[in-house]
């Protein structure tokens, strides 16, 4: 179903698929890094949203992230996205920050028992194999599908189960 159709009195989309740009900044250094740009504005609490102006723009930053770490998430249109790139470069150089992918973001969420649906969490792999066990609720009797091969893994154990190793 497409977004248009989700539209109700209160709520409208817009906006050009491929316009704007989503920017992770996560890490230890994470806060002193922006903070450096936002030159003195507070920065949301965790687990916020809270909108910005950067280089006369509007900017959204959320204070989520896959990693573990503290973070942020900064979204803007694109040649505001390439200021924003710049400017944290900038800023992070003498505090060591590097750029990195999907690849590292992925080996972070991993140590910190962050599942990734899709890789951790499909049709295939269900919450108590994913070690996500605590947050399946059985004692309600509610009908869903799926309930019978949850209530066998919980009583029995599964065959198969995600773990972390400690070092």
Same mark, same amino acid.
């Given at each position: 179903?497409?977004?248009?159709?989700?539209?109700?009195?209160?709520?409208?989309?817009?906006?050009?698929p491929?316009?704007?740009?989503? /920017?992770?900044?996560?890490?230890?250094?994470a806060?002193?890094?922006?903070?450096?740009?936002?030159?003195?504005a507070?920065? #949301?609490? &965790? %687990?916020?949203?809270?909108?910005?102006?950067?280089?006369?723009?509007?900017? =959204?930053i959320?204070?989520?992230?896959?990693t573990?770490? %503290?973070g942020?998430?900064?979204f803007?249109? /694109?040649?505001?996205?390439?200021?924003?790139?710049?400017? +944290?470069?900038?800023?992070?150089?003498?505090?060591?920050?590097?750029? *990195?992918? +999907?690849g590292? &973001?992925?080996?972070?969420? +991993?140590?910190?028992? +962050?599942? =990734?649906?899709?890789?951790?969490?499909?049709?295939?792999?269900? !919450?108590i194999?994913?070690?996500?066990?605590?947050?399946?609720?059985?004692?309600? #009797?509610?009908?869903?599908?799926g309930?019978p091969?949850l209530?066998?893994?919980?009583?029995?154990?599964? !065959? &198969?189960? *995600?773990?972390?190793?400690?070092g």
């Amino acid at each position: 179903m497409s977004l248009k159709k989700q539209e109700t009195a209160d709520v409208r989309f817009s906006g050009n698929p491929g316009s704007a740009v989503g /920017i992770a900044l996560q890490g230890p250094q994470a806060s002193a890094i922006l903070s450096k740009i936002l030159q003195g504005a507070s920065l #949301p609490p &965790r %687990n916020h949203i809270a909108k910005f102006t950067l280089f006369g723009a509007n900017v =959204l930053i959320a204070t989520t992230g896959y990693t573990g770490e %503290n973070g942020y998430e900064i979204f803007s249109d /694109i040649p505001t996205g390439l200021k924003i790139w710049a400017a +944290l470069l900038e800023a992070g150089k003498p505090l060591g920050l590097l750029p *990195c992918g +999907l690849g590292s &973001r992925d080996s972070l969420r +991993l140590e910190a028992g +962050l599942p =990734l649906n899709g890789q951790d969490l499909s049709p295939e792999i269900s !919450p108590i194999e994913a070690g996500l066990g605590m947050f399946v609720d059985l004692n309600r #009797p509610r009908v869903f599908p799926g309930r019978p091969v949850l209530e066998k893994q919980k009583k029995s154990g599964s !065959p &198969r189960v *995600c773990i972390g190793l400690i070092g």
